[in-house]
């Protein structure tokens, strides 16, 4: 039950004793156990034997690990069905996160489209790090489902460790002359990917980025014709980056 916006329509819970948690990255959150197993999935159900290997792989024998966590799944105006996750997790230090995922079909019968996004959000202080990301999952398309859509957001701040006062908030990922540091998180480009028929094929792409060391911006829009030996395209881009550390 619940309004429009938030209709409840079902609860998990769960809990681990000297177990620890695997938790997923962004791109892998929809096949993560737990949030099958509270969006009851029926390939997760229907097979008890696969259901507890799984488990085992996502919350394996730790000695003095711990952890507990409760989700919802629920809906908003019958567009968008969503799980979200919370968990907290005691293991060499504190850690708190959201797990979730969000499917939307517009209509219901024959869609025009279909979104499907994961969010992952977490607080650790082993990590040093506070972060939020989300991600269009491959399952997502518009008008046509040769019509691909691609992106992702990212926010890191890491408050402790070798990496403390880094920053990086990003769509769609960085520029391609920006020499990204290891711990910053890889980010797919937001846009689209055309398959119009098998002679024409649209593309398009844009990103955004902001760093203690840069700023950077950019998009593309291609075109292409193929037929036998006749071949013609057209394409255009913008990329901006600005570095002061160094200059």
Known sequence: GGPPCL????????????????VPATEDVPDFPLIEAARGSSDFSNDPLKALTLLGEAVPIKRGSYWIAGGIR???????????????????????????????????????????????????????????????????????QDCRLTGGFAFYVWFDGQHQGDFVITVGGYHHRFVKPSHYPDVP??????????KVTIKGESYFALTPSAVMAGGLLEASYKSGNLKAWFKAWAHFLIAWQPF
Not at 7 to 22: C, D, E, Q, V
């Open 7 to 22: 209709f409840i329509t079902g609860l998990a819970g769960g809990f681990g004793y000297n177990r620890g948690l695997t």
């Open 74 to 144: 629920f809906s908003s105006f019958e567009l968008a069905k969503s799980t979200a996750l919370a968990y907290i997790l005691l293991d060499r230090g504190f850690e708190v996160g959201i797990l979730g995922m969000t499917r939307m079909e517009l209509p219901e019968s024959n869609p025009l489209g279909k979104r499907e996004l994961a969010l992952k959000a977490r607080f650790s202080t082993q990590d040093g790090v506070l972060s939020v990301e989300a991600r269009l999952s491959d399952n997502s398309w518009l008008f046509d």
């Open 189 to 198: 480009r937001l846009g689209f990917n055309w398959r119009v028929s098998s």
